[in-house]
């Protein structure tokens, strides 16, 4: 029972991570959501590491929103598949802002420690994203 518990609260703090750091744009309270050795795609980020990551996407699309789509969970482990929608309006990847509107999916594996986020595998669909801002002609 105590693992079901753990289990329906790291997948409320996922999507809690998602609905303040990005929906509402406040940045300053990722390292509620955080430790302090976070690893987001093999690679060792930390806090600040991943806060700049999040700085990148919120300067360069405005608004940006995430909707959860699919979130399920098992033990330590929280697998949330989202639509991300905004407007270029910042730097993006070399990519100057084209003020288009923009759509895409991810899908990330977050894995918990002590209530707090310490790994995340992410898939995000870049190639669509630079197709609409104009970085890749369309490939059919």
Same mark, same amino acid.
């Given at each position: ?10 997948e ?9 750091v990005i ?6 309270t990722?390292d509620?959501f955080?430790?302090d050795?976070?690893i %987001?795609? /093999?690679?060792?980020? $930390?806090?600040?590491?991943q806060?700049a990551a999040v700085?990148?996407f919120l300067? &360069? ?18 697998c ?6 905004g407007i %270029?309006? /910042?730097?993006?990847? $070399?990519?100057?802002a084209?003020g288009?509107?923009v759509e895409?999916?991810s899908? &990330?594996?977050?894995?918990f420690s002590g209530g707090k986020?310490?790994r ?9 994203l630079?197709q ?6 369309d490939?059919?």
């Amino acid at each position: 029972m105590n693992n079901e518990k753990n289990t329906a609260a790291n997948e409320a703090i996922a999507a809690e991570f998602y609905e303040q750091v990005i929906n509402n744009r406040d940045i300053d309270t990722i390292d509620k959501f955080l430790t302090d050795d976070f690893i %987001h795609n /093999g690679v060792s980020r $930390g806090i600040s590491g991943q806060r700049a990551a999040v700085e990148m996407f919120l300067n &360069a699309f405005s608004p940006l929103v995430n909707t959860i789509e699919i979130s399920f969970s098992s033990g330590e482990l929280v697998c949330v598949h989202e639509n991300w929608k905004g407007i %270029h309006t /910042g730097e993006f990847m $070399g990519v100057a802002a084209t003020g288009k509107n923009v759509e895409w999916s991810s899908t &990330a594996i977050l894995k918990f420690s002590g209530g707090k986020i310490c790994r995340a595998w992410d898939e995000n669909d870049f190639l669509g994203l630079f197709q609409q801002i104009g970085k890749y002609p369309d490939i059919k």
